[in-house]
């Protein structure tokens, strides 16, 4: 065999086509499918993408270890060639604030608004004009009293109730007299009140517009100037605050300007149209100041100065200060940036290199002691899909820099694991994630011990699900206690401040809370890759499913006889290390297909009534064998984990209905003709710990009630005698179950069944002391007897007189 064919790229051989069938040609495609080695390498290759894909983007740094605060460990270090000195972040953040203070806020000339607020000053006037004609022409009318005085009065009244002006009394009271007044005595227009008030208003208006009202508070703006820009003129200006005015200064001056023009009467009504006409013709444009300082801080330089090549950086035992920290940080930007293409992909190589080792340690362990993993596709797709995810999420926190890598919740893919397989690989996972993760996030050996603390605890918190709130409770605490804890030792060892353990704090707690979403995922993979976790086994073994209820009504006397089986399949499986929870879920449904015809068997039969002295023995042993083939079709039916229809399939292996078979014979004429293979169950054998129990268990619970005068040595015998004959009969040779686990299950279920029939059954050191108190029994009866019989004597003799 040449070396290609060795590992599998041999030419391909011509083979014959076999004769099958459809069916046989599809499980054969989905069997090549399952197990095509090239399927997992290609899915380890994607792990391994994805894994390359978290790695930082600075391609270079100075590999330099050190921690702000501490003596510097390292050699004497100097500058190996002239490199910038970048600002620290504070002092970019310093400069970034004054630039923003200082920056002035930017308004716009709005040339519409003089035009707007004469326009609603002459509205108003003539919305006034008719209520003061009404007035005037009333006031007149009375005066004269013109039979129109009346009629004028209404219309006064109509004309006051229709006008949008709205002024107090006096200011009404004031335009009432002053035009009544013009109009009685003839005098000219100019002597009205109002048009002096106007005109007064349109001069300070014109006033204010020219030196500009802004529509900001001033006490709200943190500059002295402010930038006027007048896009009509195409002009900008920078002008003081002082010389323009805000609402609240423009109704100062006007009120100060018409307290010198006029009397407190005529102030209070300008005042009030004023007040209705006026609006800011500065207005603020936060457009054109968020650009203007998004110009000015673009000049910002990062920079300032440079360390020359060969100036002593730092030397061995000098403390790590923020100043030099900064430099040393400065040193690793630059080599980055310097670096050359062999020097990135110098990197690049060896961090991918760390990636290979890392998961190719995971795999060989599933490999070497979780075959069942690396024999299915699917379930190895599962494995690293999980895995997967958790580093995608990872690397892509650690592309967008949008938050702290602890937000990440990486626990989660162990639980999953956990549940899914077992607490083992879901510790190998943990391992692997938190060095995985550790080279994406700076080589942090910190990150690395408390993701594989707070992974493994949060592991272990789940290796034995009693309920839900476990889960839910328990498991995402343990992790956020752990990764405080393991944090905040860190935190104190290297003397770091606090607000760096606040921001960290928040982001695990954040991680924490995202472990409750574990359960649906756990659903999701369930119903995906068709596995079967702790969390639908605790829901299959309550009572209340309809399967059980059903089985339960039907046929009462084989849901005892299950409960019995799955108290001793769980008891035996724990005592060995095996899956319990799936031996007693298993133990409990083994046994539905009765329900079909529960009459035909013995726990469901009532005294006198056998169904099968009407059968001949082939017929009773294929109504017998039938209740596997229908168990499996009901468990079908209801959509039952594959998991459990195994339990069904194999509880009686391939082993031989003995008591029919042996009846059978009776018959000399059928004898002739009968094979052991009509009494024979089809099976197949049990291939799992869990199966094999349950076989155990099934046969030795049925022969221990059809016993009569239960005893110690008769059980013990029974245990013993039915676990070496399915020993011996091959109904175990595909089970991974060795001797001392058959010496451990035999002494369980002895155990279990001594404590069942308790009250029956004699122990080898109770006989003696049973025979010595039958033999004190026996005298005293005997002395009661003679006592007795010499009564009767006396009595005779004296009925007699003799």
Request: net charge negative; hydrophobic share 40%.
């Amino acid at each position: 065999m040449s070396f290609l064919e060795k590992i599998g790229l041999g030419q391909k051989r011509k083979e014959l086509t076999p004769l099958i069938g459809e069916k046989k040609k599809k499980e054969q495609e989905k069997y090549s499918l399952k197990r095509n080695p090239y399927i997992r390498i290609a899915i380890l290759v994607f792990f391994i993408a994805i894994s390359a894909f978290s790695l930082p983007q600075n391609p270079v740094n100075s590999g330099l270890n050190y921690t702000p605060g501490q003596p510097w460990r390292n050699p004497d270090l100097t500058a190996p060639f002239t490199f910038a000195l970048n600002k620290t972040e504070a002092e970019l953040e310093q400069e970034r604030q004054e630039i923003r203070d200082k920056t002035a806020p930017i308004f716009r000339v709005d040339t519409s608004v003089p035009i707007t607020i004469q326009a609603r000053l002459d509205s108003i006037y003539r919305d006034v004009q008719p209520v003061l004609e009404a007035y005037a022409n009333w006031q007149i009318a009375e005066k004269n009293e013109m039979p129109s005085s009346y009629d004028d009065s209404v219309r006064f009244a109509r004309e006051l109730s229709i006008t949008e002006v709205e002024l107090t009394e006096p200011s009404w009271q004031v335009l009432f007299n002053s035009y009544e007044q013009v109009q009685s005595q003839n005098l000219p227009p100019s002597q009205f009140v109002g048009i002096s008030v106007k005109q007064q208003l349109e001069q300070l208006i014109d006033q204010l517009m020219n030196q500009g009202i802004i529509n900001r508070n001033k006490s709200n703006l943190d500059t002295d100037k402010i930038t006027v820009r007048n896009t009509l003129e195409s002009t900008e200006q920078s002008i003081d605050l002082a010389r323009v005015r805000d609402l609240r200064e423009a109704n100062e001056f006007m009120q100060f300007q018409l307290n010198r023009a006029f009397d407190e009467q005529r102030m209070r009504l300008a005042m009030e149209l004023y007040n209705k006409v006026i609006i800011p013709n500065y207005k603020y444009s936060e457009e054109d100041t968020q650009a203007r300082l998004e110009e000015a801080l673009t000049t910002i330089s990062e920079t300032k100065g440079a360390i020359a090549q060969g100036q002593v950086i730092i030397r061995r035992g000098d403390l790590v200060t923020p100043e030099r920290a900064n430099i040393l940080l400065s040193l690793a930007e630059a080599r980055s940036e310097n670096a050359t293409n062999i020097e990135k992909w110098v990197r690049f190589a060896g961090q991918l290199v760390i990636i290979i080792a890392v998961t190719f340690v995971f795999f060989m362990y599933i490999y070497l002691y979780r075959r069942n993993i690396t024999s299915d596709n699917a379930l190895f797709l599962l494995v690293f899909l999980t895995m997967g995810l958790v580093s995608f999420g990872s690397g892509l926190i650690n592309y967008l820099d949008i938050a702290d890598p602890y937000i990440i919740p990486i626990a989660i893919a162990p639980i999953v694991l956990t549940i899914i397989f077992d607490s083992r690989v879901g510790l190998v996972s943990s391992i692997t994630l938190a060095s995985l993760l550790g080279l994406v996030n700076g080589n942090s050996f910190e990150f690395v011990v408390a993701t594989f603390a707070a992974c493994s605890l949060g592991v272990f918190s789940v290796r034995d699900i009693k309920d839900r709130s476990q889960f839910f409770f328990t498991t995402p605490g343990i992790v956020f206690i752990t990764y405080i804890l393991v944090v905040g030792s860190f935190n104190i060892a290297t003397l770091s401040g606090w607000e760096m353990f606040a921001s960290d704090l928040m982001y695990i707690a954040i991680s924490s809370v995202f472990i409750l979403f574990t359960y649906p995922i756990i659903l999701l993979f369930e119903t995906t890759f068709g596995v079967t976790t702790d969390f639908t086994l605790i829901e299959l073994g309550d009572t209340n499913q309809p399967l059980l209820k059903e089985l339960m009504n039907k046929a009462p006397g084989t849901f005892h006889h299950s409960l019995q089986v799955a108290n001793l399949s769980e008891a035996a499986a724990s005592a060995i290390g095996a899956n319990s929870l799936l031996c007693r879920v298993g133990a409990l449904y083994h046994d539905i297909g009765k329900m079909v015809k529960p009459e035909y068997f013995v726990e469901n039969q009532t005294k006198g009534t056998n169904e099968h002295d009407k059968l001949k023995p082939q017929m009773s042993a294929m109504v017998i064998k039938a209740h596997v083939s229908e168990g499996v079709k009901m468990a079908e039916d209801e959509d039952l984990p594959e998991i459990i229809i195994d339990f069904i399939k194999t509880h009686h292996g391939t082993s031989v209905i003995r008591y029919f078979f042996e009846k059978a014979k009776e018959d000399d004429d059928m004898k002739s003709m009968l094979q052991e293979d009509q009494f024979r169950y089809e099976g197949p054998l049990p291939s799992t710990k869990e199966t094999g129990i349950l076989l155990l268990a099934d046969g030795i619970e049925a022969a221990s009630r059809a016993m009569k005068n239960p005893t110690y040595s008769k059980l013990e015998n029974l245990v013993n005698r039915m676990v070496d004959d399915r020993v011996a009969e091959g109904q175990l040779s595909h089970c991974p179950l060795t001797f001392r686990h058959l010496q451990v299950i035999k002494e369980t279920f002895l155990n279990i069944l001594v404590g069942v029939y308790h009250s029956r059954v004699e122990y080898p050191e109770d006989k003696e002391r049973d025979k010595e108190e039958k033999a004190k029994e026996k005298a005293a009866e005997a002395e009661r007897a003679g006592s007795e019989n010499g009564a009767e004597q006396t009595e005779e003799q004296e009925e007699t007189g003799e």
